[in-house]
């Protein structure tokens, strides 16, 4: 069904209880609902926004459009939660109400000052000609969990220099003084992102924009930039539009990455940094977010999917989910991504075999699902690949796996379920010298998150399989590997 603009832009006040209903019952129908990973009620989710701890829990709001798995009006969905596993939807945080966020209150970020969660957002409008027009607004929540949306924006203009592509504000503290990158488009069509800075969260300034070494090409747009210091380095996360595919990198629509270097100059307004490294090597990871706790940690989380793509649960009335949180460190100029410990909550029964493999491709007993965390350790291998297949069916299957001649992770979907997005290719690979080699891998309904070697690389799918099909097998080819594994159902 093609969307017009009067069906993408309507309030929700225009929108009757009996529809609402009648598409909540469609979206329950879909056999490709998740269990334990945050997905919209109804409509399509995206990016997550205002990722913070605050009041003794967690809040994570994610861009939301209710009426149907497309881009319309967004508005921001609220869910909480004390432990990160066990998630409350507590429903819409902001919606678009005034001239400033007229056609969608887009994405952003919050950050905690004088006992409230302020939340900054980019106000989407357009005019009678269609032509956009970025606001920066504030949003404060309180304790209570009431939000209170500002009468006025805190940024109303673009300065001189930039496209009407200027969005997704992200804000820390340094010192007596509030930052906030957002990400840009400048006038030549070439992305970039720019600092302003306050003293008290509603007056900024334009600091300048943000130098750093990736060149005037990197891309068309940069959104959702993020920044944060991890081990006294600076990190900066961000997802550049436009890289072109390059050997095994770049293959999705858009990419999503990071650079790390010394912490930003905040006065030359310069990041002096590494290499840009993909954050995931799947298919479907996109604008992620970040937080620092009460624990000290830094934790991540991303949007499991992407813009542009249709999608098989489309025609089920929803589209999308997050993916599960994960801490990030440092390890040799590289992010490290680990699962969060409290996931370890969700694990139910556990089964576990140790086997040598050789030449064959062997079913596990006693190990099938569609909904479970398995570890799989390979080592003492000889043979030229090995791995595993999971969600395995008569036609079906999801193959991870090590080529051990090439050193490359393979991680492909081609023949997963129901295809999509098959113009970027059914197969991802990156390159992995090691000795021994693990998959701990979260397997829900419609997802793979596949961390190797401990969340040096990462691995992130959508996958839509029949529900019969849930075996699991492990293999190896000319040799044999040595495998231990342990799965546990998620409860």
């Known amino acids: 069904m093609e969307w017009t603009k009067e069906q993408r832009y309507r309030s929700m006040d225009d929108v009757t209880e ?3 209903q009648g598409l909540a019952k469609l979206v329950n129908q879909c056999p490709w609902r998740q269990t334990f990973h945050i997905q919209p009620p109804t409509g399509l989710l995206n990016d997550p926004n205002g990722f913070s701890y605050f009041n003794g829990e967690y809040h994570l709001f994610y861009q939301w459009f209710p009426l149907g798995p497309i881009h319309g009006l967004k508005h921001w969905y609220h869910t909480k939660s004390k432990d990160l596993v066990h998630w409350e939807n507590v429903g819409v945080g902001i919606e678009p ?3 400033f966020d007229s056609h969608g209150a887009y994405s952003g970020s919050g950050i905690e000052h004088d006992g409230k969660l302020y939340l900054m957002y980019t106000g989407n409008t357009r005019d009678e000609y269609w032509n956009r027009h970025p606001y920066q607004c504030l949003a404060v929540m309180s304790p209570d969990g009431s939000i209170e949306k500002m009468d006025a924006p805190v940024i109303v203009d673009i300065p001189s220099g930039y496209t009407d592509h200027f969005r997704d504000p992200k804000i820390w503290q340094h010192g007596d003084h509030f930052y906030a990158v957002i990400g840009a488009q400048k006038r030549n069509e070439t992305g970039s992102v720019v600092l302003y800075r306050s003293s008290d969260l509603k007056d900024w300034q334009f600091a300048g924009e943000v130098k750093t070494g990736l060149g005037e090409d990197f891309g068309y747009m940069w959104e959702c930039p993020d920044y944060f ?6 990190v900066f996360l961000f997802s550049p539009q436009g890289l072109k595919a390059e050997g095994d990198h770049y ?4 990419q999503s990455g990071y650079v790390i270097g010394s912490p930003i100059d905040l006065e030359n307004i310069e990041l002096k940094h590494g290499a840009f490294h993909e954050l995931d090597r799947g298919f479907d990871f996109y604008a992620p977010q970040s937080t620092g706790d009460h624990q000290g940690r830094r934790i991540l989380v991303g949007w499991m999917g992407l813009p542009e793509i249709d999608y098989p649960t ?4 929803w589209a999308h989910c997050l993916t599960i949180p994960r801490e990030l460190s440092v390890k040799d100029g590289k992010l490290v991504q680990q699962p969060v410990p409290e996931l370890e909550l969700l694990r ?3 089964v576990e075999t140790r086997q040598t493999v050789e030449n064959e491709n062997v079913s596990l007993d006693n190990f099938e699902g569609d909904v479970y965390e398995l570890l799989a350790e390979f080592s003492d291998s000889t043979s030229v690949e090995f791995g595993l297949e ?3 069916g008569e036609v079906e299957k999801t193959v991870i796996k090590y080529d051990a001649v090439a050193k490359k992770v393979v991680f492909e979907r081609t023949e997963s379920g129901e295809s999509f997005a098959e113009e970027f290719g059914t197969v991802r690979k990156c390159m992995l010298d090691a000795e021994k080699i693990s998959f701990r891998i979260f397997v829900d309904v419609s997802s793979v998150e596949v961390f190797v070697n401990n969340g040096e690389e990462v691995f992130t ?3 839509f399989p029949g529900k019969n099909s849930n075996g699991i097998r492990v293999f190896a080819r000319g040799g044999q590997t040595k495998v231990k594994a342990i799965k546990w159902d998620i409860i």
């Open 18 to 20: 009996e529809e609402i």
């Open 97 to 99: 109400s005034n001239e």
């Open 229 to 234: 210091e991890l081990d006294e380095q600076g």
């Open 251 to 254: 293959h999705n629509i858009y």
């Open 314 to 317: 489309d025609k089920n009335g």
């Open 348 to 350: 139910g029964e556990k």
């Open 390 to 392: 999971i969600r395995v």
């Open 461 to 463: 799918a959508r996958i």
